[in-house]
């Protein structure tokens, strides 16, 4: 059986250098949030103000609760930030400025 991708997912490189320095457990974690995510675009929370149009999906690993944001367009979605919710939202509109 082959699978068929229905759209693209990309990474900023903000995201990147801090996914580069996760542990392997976590980003396993995330791989996993990333995939629900290409199944299902609208999963996160939809940001006003600042962020609009941006989505945030929150998760938990372990005892952490992790932020993911994201923008979806159509069937593509490009990763933007990845971390914990301390400074998460300062970091990113300083990062989209």
Do not use: W
């Not at 996760?22 to 396993?28: E, G, Y």
């Not at 690993?61 to 932020?67: N, P, S």
């Amino acid at each position: 059986m082959s699978l068929i991708l229905l759209g693209n997912i990309s990474q900023t490189p903000l995201f990147r250098k801090t996914v580069k320095k996760l542990p392997v457990v976590l980003k396993k974690a995330l791989d996993v949030q990333v995939d629900f995510l290409f199944h299902d675009p609208k999963l996160g929370e939809l940001k006003k103000g600042d962020l609009a149009g941006i989505r945030v999906h929150k998760f938990k690993f372990k005892t952490t609760l992790y932020l993911l944001g994201y923008v979806s367009g159509g069937a593509d979605i490009t990763l933007l930030a990845f971390g914990v919710h301390e400074n998460f939202y300062k970091d990113l509109k300083r990062y989209l400025g």
